[in-house]
């Protein structure tokens, strides 16, 4: 029995100048599931994740989250609705501290106006006391609580990815979009992470995944699209989608 579709993306198109980043993609993320989004160099997918994420607005085609039409609708509304990426949080330079970075881009919260800001004050400390709470729980969930107090530059690679989705299920996401969650990890945070993810979807967390690394894409997604440029060219599991000749076509830039 196949699972139910969370989002449904039907025909949706974004162009950059003459480039058509997007070009009709039509595909489904399932309730339950991890989706891979794979495909070579330019085929679309950080774009396509900016598109679901209210960071692209497409110019074409429809985005239905749980049947309900949301295409186009700003970053903080998709967030709202369950729906985040992962980004790159931790600055070079930054002076913050692990957890100080975990909290410095605050997670849609009512009261976010002037006029909440300044009549809610109560429920606003509250609301913040409850998302550094949140934030330590998060920090020990992933691993790096002991780091907390540490300067967040000095984080491995691997720790910032783990970093980066403490930040994504502060915003207690239904839907986590993660783009290449295993670049410049090493193995054995690639392993966490891998494991964070399992453990998240047996919790019931949809995920999808932009990832080129072919290995822990199989590790991790029951099903794959794989894009090509800017379409969906082969959906199935990873064996199907990579047995497919029109997917070692597209990988070799060869049409097929
Ligand atoms: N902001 C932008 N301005 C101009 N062109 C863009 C922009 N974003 C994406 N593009 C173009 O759209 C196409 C798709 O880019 P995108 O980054 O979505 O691909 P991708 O599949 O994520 O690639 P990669 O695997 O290399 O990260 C590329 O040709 C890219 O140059």
Redesign the pocket.
Known sequence: MNPSPFLQVHGLTRR??G????DGVTLDLARGQVTGLI????????????ALTGL?RPEAGTVLLEGENVTGLPAHVMAAKGVVRSFQIVRELSSLTVFETLLAAPPAQSGETVTGALFGRRKWWAQERANADLARALLERVGLVKLADQSSAMLSGGQKKLLEMARALLMKPRLILL??PGAGVSPPLRLEIVRLVRELKAEGLSFGI?E?DMHLVEEVCDHVHV?AQ?RALVSGTFAEATADPRVVSAYLGVAA
């Open positions: 950059y100048g480039v058509a980043a997007l495909g070579p160099n330019g085929a679309g997918k950080t774009t396509l994740l900016n692209a783009d290449e932009v080129h894009l800017g």
